[in-house]
Every structure is written in structure tokens, then in C-alpha cells.
């Protein structure tokens, strides 16, 4: 089946650093792929959309410039959260969607890098 | 997108079959009901997927009644490794043309004991 694959899985980091995620689907391009975040015992909240060649489609709340989407390619989707502070500590998870699997609203998931912020 | 509503937790036993109830309401024509699985500090994985009446894979079966409003995720023989939070999520295909995002409810923390 389709993969994603997220890298790192997890990042310690000193406040003021900026720290880069990296999403990328390794069997199937995808023109979309999502970045959400989920702290302790919550739900996923979903940050922005990656769109591949455009600029992102940040959630009402979530802030373009602290994080940055960077979509260069069909297969890779980065986050760079800029400027990290203790409260960007969190779980971040990107996914992306197979279009070969069909009319479906099936999306594959990364394992996660945990964000922690010192 | 259609709002879900899950119970937040449930308890079960290895080996019983675990049924989580999903209401949506407000659910669309045009939208599909689809349940994740995560494992603390991992991505959510997809489980099954469904528009109506019953889908059946190697993993679980989802039940959609006729008006749609619910469905079930019915776990056969749970295990240790069921553990994990569910999720109901329904969407419209067609919001974006193929790259349509999803809204993550509260989910269902499943604690499977001995």
C-alpha cells in the first residue's frame, strides 16, 4: 500500500532555533498533503495544506510565517517551524492522499515527529 | 463537513467483539464515513470505509443504516493490540477535487484488557 514516510521522528531543540520536517509519499506523487498537529490526549488538529508548486493553505489560527510549508515536489511536503518556543513543542504529524486508490477519502498518514522544545 | 459525535472511551476484554457507534447527523449526500486507528505517538491509520449499509474488510465491519445518520465500527475478537484511539470522521469527496482535508473529532480511546 501507499506509504508516507516523516522524518525525523522526533527533535529536541533550543527556543529560538528553527527545526524542519520532512513528509514524503514514497510510492504515489501527491499534489496535496496535510500537516496537523496533536498535543498530549487531543485530537489531530490540522495546520495548513501542502499544495505542490503553489503557496499553502493555512487553518484560521496558525500562523504562515512561524511555519513554513515548502511543497517543491510531488513527493515532498517540509515544515520548518521557525523560531521554536517551548509552546511549539507538540506532535506533528503530515499525510497525504494515493489519487490512484480512487474516489476515496483515504489518507495515509506519516509516523509523527514529536517536537520538543527547550 | 459534517460534525461526529463518539463516545470517548470504552473498555472491552480480549476476544469480545467491540462495536463504536459514530453519529453524524448532519452527514451529505455525498459524503463517506471512514474510521482511523492510532497508536500513541503515531500517524493515524486507515481502517474501513463506507457510503452505506455494510463494508467488511481483513480488519473490521462498519454498519450504516439506512438513513445514514451513525455508523458502527464493529471490532471482531479484540486483542491487547486493539488498544488505540478510533476515529469517525465523514467528508465530502469532492470538496477539492481529490485533495479534500479532513476534520478529526474527539475519537474513541479503546482499552483492551486480559
Given at each position: 500500500g501507499a506509504v508516507v514516510s516523516q522524518h525525523p521522528s522526533w527533535v529536541i531543540c533550543k527556543s529560538g532555533t528553527s527545526v524542519k520536517i520532512e513528509c514524503r509519499s514514497l510510492d504515489f506523487q501527491a499534489t496535496t498533503m496535510f500537516w496537523y498537529r496533536q498535543f498530549p490526549k487531543q485530537s489531530l488538529m490540522l495546520m495548513a495544506t501542502s499544495n505542490e508548486g503553489s503557496k499553502a493553505t493555512y487553518e484560521q489560527g496558525v500562523e504562515k510565517d512561524k511555519f513554513l510549508i515548502n511543497?517543491?515536489?510531488?513527493?515532498l511536503s517540509t515544515l520548518t517551524v521557525t523560531s521554536?518556543?517551548?509552546?511549539?513543542?507538540s506532535f506533528y504529524i503530515c499525510s497525504a492522499r494515493?489519487?490512484?486508490?480512487?474516489?476515496?477519502e483515504k489518507l495515509f498518514f506519516g509516523s509523527g515527529t514529536q517536537l520538543s522544545v527547550l | 463537513l459534517a460534525k461526529t459525535t463518539q463516545p470517548i472511551s470504552m473498555d472491552s476484554y480480549e476476544g469480545q467483539e467491540v462495536n463504536i457507534t459514530c453519529s453524524h447527523?448532519?452527514?451529505?449526500?455525498?459524503d463517506y464515513i471512514t474510521w482511523y486507528q492510532q497508536f500513541p505517538s503515531q500517524g493515524p491509520r486507515f481502517i474501513i470505509q463506507g457510503y452505506k449499509t455494510k463494508v467488511t474488510n481483513e480488519v473490521a465491519s462498519l454498519f450504516i443504516p439506512a438513513d445514514r445518520k451513525s455508523s458502527t465500527l464493529s471490532l471482531p475478537r479484540?486483542?491487547?493490540?486493539?488498544?488505540a484511539v478510533y476515529y469517525c470522521l465523514v467528508g465530502d469527496r469532492e470538496l477539492t477535487g481529490g485533495g479534500n482535508k479532513l476534520t478529526f473529532g474527539t475519537g474513541t480511546q479503546l482499552k483492551v484488557e486480559l
Open positions: 511543497h517543491a515536489s510531488l513527493t521554536a518556543h517551548p509552546e511549539d513543542s494515493d489519487l490512484r486508490a480512487g474516489r476515496s | 447527523n448532519n452527514i451529505a449526500t455525498n479484540v486483542s491487547l493490540s486493539d488498544t
